[in-house]
C-alpha cells in the first residue's frame, strides 16, 4: 500500500527564522508527482509547492522549497523568513501516475511566533 | 470565478437519515474528489470522478455514493448516516484527470452524526 509519513505532529519557529517540515512516502512506483498543501485557521487548503518525482531539480516557491531526494523517498519542506501567516497545518501528498489517487499524510502542526 | 463551492457548510444528522452534500465548480475542471478529514488522520479519499459519467472509488467509500452527471457538479450521498461518519468532507477539483494538477479546494462541510 502507498502510504505518505509526516513524523512531526507539530512544530513551532521563530518569526524571519527557516524552518524544516518532513515527509516520507512509500511506493514501488517509480513515475508520481509529489505536493505540499497549506491549511490554515481558516479551513481551506492551498497548493504551497509540487514537484514532478522525473525531475532531479528541487521545486521552489519565493520562500518555500523543497529537499526531494527519491532514493530516500523523502520530501521536506523548508520555509525560509517565516510569517505569522504561515501559521497553518501543512499537508505532503502524492500521486502515482495515472491513478488518479492523491495520498496524504496526516499534517504537520506548524506554529510561527512572534 | 467562485471556484469549488460545497454546501452545507455545517450539518447535524441523526442516525439513519440520507443527505446529499453538494459540490460545483466553475472552471470547468475535469477532475473532481471528495475527502475526509478526521483528527490524526489527514485527508482520506472517498470517491473520484475523471470526467462527466466516470466515478471511481478512493480509499474510504463505503456508505458514500458519488454521481458525475455534469462537468461542474459532484455531489455525495450518504445513505444511512452513522456515527463513523462525522467528519469534515472536502471537495476538490483540477483542470484535468492527470497526477501532476494541484488541486483547488472548497472550504469544507463540518458533518457531525448523532
Known amino acids: 500500500a502507498q502510504t505518505v509519513t509526516q513524523s512531526q505532529p507539530e512544530m513551532s519557529v521563530q518569526e524571519a527564522e527557516t524552518v524544516t517540515l518532513s515527509c516520507t512516502y512509500d511506493?514501488?512506483?517509480?513515475?508520481?508527482?509529489l505536493f505540499w498543501y497549506k491549511q490554515p485557521p481558516s479551513r481551506q487548503m492551498i497548493l504551497v509547492i509540487r514537484q514532478e518525482a522525473y525531475k532531479q531539480q528541487n521545486a521552489t516557491e519565493n520562500r518555500f522549497s523543497v529537499n526531494f531526494q527519491k532514493a530516500a523517498k523523502s520530501f521536506s519542506l523548508k520555509i525560509s523568513d517565516s510569517q505569522l501567516g504561515d501559521t497553518a497545518m501543512y499537508f505532503c501528498?502524492?500521486?502515482?501516475?495515472?491513478?488518479?489517487?492523491?495520498?496524504f499524510g496526516t499534517g504537520t502542526r506548524l506554529k510561527v511566533l512572534a | 470565478n467562485a471556484g469549488v463551492t460545497q454546501t452545507p457548510k455545517f450539518q447535524v444528522l441523526k442516525t439513519g437519515q440520507s443527505m446529499t452534500l453538494q459540490c460545483a465548480q466553475d472552471?470547468?475542471?475535469?477532475?473532481m474528489s471528495w475527502y475526509r478529514q478526521d483528527p490524526g488522520m489527514g485527508l482520506r479519499l472517498i470517491h473520484y470522478s475523471v470526467g462527466a459519467g466516470i466515478t471511481d472509488q478512493g480509499e474510504v467509500p463505503n456508505g458514500y455514493n458519488v454521481s458525475r452527471s455534469t462537468t461542474e457538479d459532484f455531489p455525495l450521498r450518504l445513505l444511512s448516516a452513522a456515527p463513523s461518519q462525522t467528519s469534515v468532507y472536502f471537495c476538490?477539483?483540477?483542470?484535468?484527470?492527470?497526477?501532476?494538477?494541484?488541486?483547488?479546494f472548497g472550504d469544507g462541510t463540518r458533518l457531525s452524526i448523532l
Open positions: 472552471m470547468n475542471h475535469e477532475y
Open positions: 511506493t514501488s512506483e517509480s513515475n508520481y508527482y
Open positions: 501528498a502524492f500521486c502515482v501516475t495515472g491513478t488518479y489517487k492523491y495520498i
Open positions: 476538490a477539483s483540477s483542470l484535468r484527470a492527470d497526477s501532476n494538477q494541484p488541486q483547488h
